[in-house]
């Protein structure tokens, strides 16, 4: 029954309905692919029992009829998701053997509608990096390869397990974060769909956090329709999260079809780069041209602090985990490590439970924090990051309705072949992505094409704050004229 | 900006992180790499313009001012690497 992997979650839905087959055959099918893909280190950690004790469950419920819209479905979850009873540890050494008393409210709402959790999947350290490569259970691989190449490349990051996983027909669909672009980078480098909802529409209680003001969960999915099933259970107001929005979840997989006629597109002209490969600059014409086609209208809009962004992210992200990672002590949880006195201890817990990327980033974050230098480095960017969401809240003033750009400026790489000089040319990698968080909006990448040497590329939909539903409308008809984009298996 | 050796150390004090000397050069030098990269903010014209404090347009929720949680204590020190009790053992503060 291994061939129940390559459902969609719509068509897999239908199955269990239908009664086709059950969730515990469901679940038992893709249990044996994580098992064959160990390679891909997509999972850290694998959870059958528990996963087929609620198939089981699950699977009654769906014999009484009383199952919910995600009954029987295999998912993915993040380590940076809190699962109670489950080692949670945002892949970093210093949570150790981390297991919470509590569920996050994301996963509690996929469990409420009858999702079964298949294990905890990889992801950068605090889901801080660009290419899974900064988790301290070791890289993830990328399904996709280069054609006539056996050089593993990475799936993205940070959400670099889930992508990876959702797009080898691991799970059905995955939980995932972005703070700068962790869920639609990694969607574009694997082929899967990935939107980052409006900073809000879902809550953060139970999620390790990395920079409270820009990180937001969403899923990774191999279709918009999948993606809009599974946003429709991980949203919604908790009154556990003060920065969670009471607002109405509209039913997003309704907007899956939906007619984009008349609907303004803008193209931003500042997402033109120089140096930009053709195959993007390709890829985004032709995107263009789909949603013309469809009855869209497009029109050129300019973001003129685009540049900034990125800057401005590498101020406030780490000024953001600096403070919440000081909560790392080596008292209350996870590693320890002794030393003469407590500032010894702390200090050397936090040198040994860190790693490489995040001690820089906290001490970066804590640098301009600091006495003397918080107005010039601090205060300066959150005065920028007013400028880029004014720079949005203008274009959408103008009767625009999304914006198109590229996701990435290129597609995935080797393992190791970036950032190990200079930090910052890891960093580059989310200079399409990082400006919608910096403005708090929701933006979606979907599978796009390939390049020359077959690796997938994706495009991304920014759209106005709470609209995903025009966001699923526009990437289904990317998705309907690029069609599916799934890799050989070389694992 | 450039940071120089003293202030790598300072730094890495603020942050409670231990950095031993042969790791200072090389944390100099990334620290310093990333602050080039901020330095174009410094171009950007912010005269007059509020620093942002929240991204979405929405008042500070405020709740009930009750208790509503509690009596949690065996899971609070469920993860503590050394605990008596439901006490959490640090090394001696106060001499």
Redesign the interface.
């Known amino acids: 029954m291994t061939d129940l992997t390559s459902l969609t979650l719509a068509e897999a839905r239908k199955g269990l309905a239908d009664k086709t087959f059950t969730s515990l055959e469901l679940t038992d099918a893709h249990l044996s692919a994580i098992e064959a893909a160990r390679v891909l280190n997509a999972f850290v950690l694998e959870t059958p029992d528990q996963a087929r004790d609620m198939a089981k469950a699950v699977d009654e419920k769906i014999a009484k009829g009383n199952a919910g819209p995600l009954a029987g479905i295999p998912l993915g979850i993040k380590d940076l998701f809190a699962t109670k009873g489950v080692r949670t540890t945002a892949c970093s050494k210093i949570l150790g053997n981390f297991v919470p008393t509590y569920e996050s409210t994301i996963t509690s709402q996929l469990w409420r509608d009858g999702a079964v959790m298949l294990g905890k999947l990889n992801n950068d350290e605090f889901a801080m990096g660009s290419a899974n490569e900064t988790s301290c259970f070791g890289p993830v691989g990328n399904p996709w390869r280069r054609d006539g190449s056996n050089t593993t490349l990475v799936p993205g990051g940070s959400s670099g397990g889930s992508a990876s996983a959702v797009a080898a027909l691991l799970c059905m669909g995955a939980t995932a974060t972005d703070t700068g672009g962790s869920i639609r980078q990694p969607a574009a480098f694997t082929a899967t769909v990935g939107i980052k909802p409006t900073y809000g529409r879902c809550s953060r209680w139970g999620i390790v956090a990395f920079a409270s003001s820009l990180d937001q969960a969403g899923p990774i999915a191999r279709s918009t329709r999948d993606a809009a099933m599974l946003l429709r259970s991980m949203a919604g107001h908790d009154p556990k999260d003060t920065t969670s929005v009471d607002v109405a979840v509209p039913d997003y997989e309704a907007a899956i079809g939906r007619s984009v006629k008349g609907l303004r597109i803008g193209i931003p002209k500042e997402y033109r780069l120089d140096g930009m490969p053709a195959e993007i600059e390709k890829l985004w014409s032709e995107g263009a041209a789909w949603l013309k086609a469809a009855g869209a209208e497009l029109v050129e809009v300019s973001l003129p602090h685009t540049k900034y962004a990125l800057p401005a992210y590498y101020i406030v992200a780490p000024a953001e985990a600096s403070s919440n990672l000081a909560r790392y002590d080596g008292v209350r949880y996870g590693l320890r490590e002794q030393g003469r006195n407590i500032i010894e201890q702390y200090e050397n817990t936090r040198a040994e439970g860190f790693g490489a990327e995040v001690r820089r980033r906290v001490m970066i974050g804590t640098y301009v924090l600091s006495a003397g230098y918080y107005d010039a480095y601090y205060l300066r960017a959150q005065k920028v990051r007013t400028l880029i969401k004014k720079d949005f809240e203008d274009c959408f003033a103008k009767g625009v309705n999304a914006i198109l750009t590229p996701a990435t400026p290129s597609a995935a790489f080797g393992i190791g072949e970036k950032g190990g000089a200079d930090p910052v040319e890891m960093y580059l990698n989310d200079i399409f992505t990082v400006t919608v968080n910096m403005a708090g909006l929701p933006g979606i990448a979907v599978p796009a094409g390939k390049d020359a040497q077959g690796l997938p590329l994706g495009l991304q939909l920014i759209g106005r704050p709470f609209d995903e539903e025009t966001l699923f409308s526009l990437g289904e008809v990317i998705e309907q004229a690029a069609g599916r984009f799934t890799p050989a298996r070389w694992w | 900006?450039s940071?120089d050796a003293a202030?790598?150390r300072r730094?890495?004090?603020?942050?409670?992180?231990?950095?031993s000397e042969d790791e200072v050069p090389h944390?100099q030098g990334?620290?310093n790499?990333?602050?080039a990269?901020?330095?174009?903010?410094?171009e950007?014209n912010?005269e007059g313009?509020?620093?942002?404090?929240?991204?979405?347009p929405?008042q500070?929720?405020k709740?009930q001012d009750v208790v509503n949680d509690g009596e949690?204590a065996d899971?609070?020190v469920?993860?503590?690497?050394?605990t008596e009790g439901h006490f959490?053992l640090?090394?001696?503060?106060v001499e």
């Open positions: 900006m940071v202030t790598v730094i890495a004090h603020l942050a409670r992180i231990a950095v944390l990334e620290l790499a990333m602050l990269f901020v330095e174009q903010l410094s950007v912010v313009v509020e620093p942002m404090t929240s991204v979405t929405m500070m929720k709740r949690i899971d609070i469920a993860n503590a690497p050394a959490f640090v090394p001696k503060v």
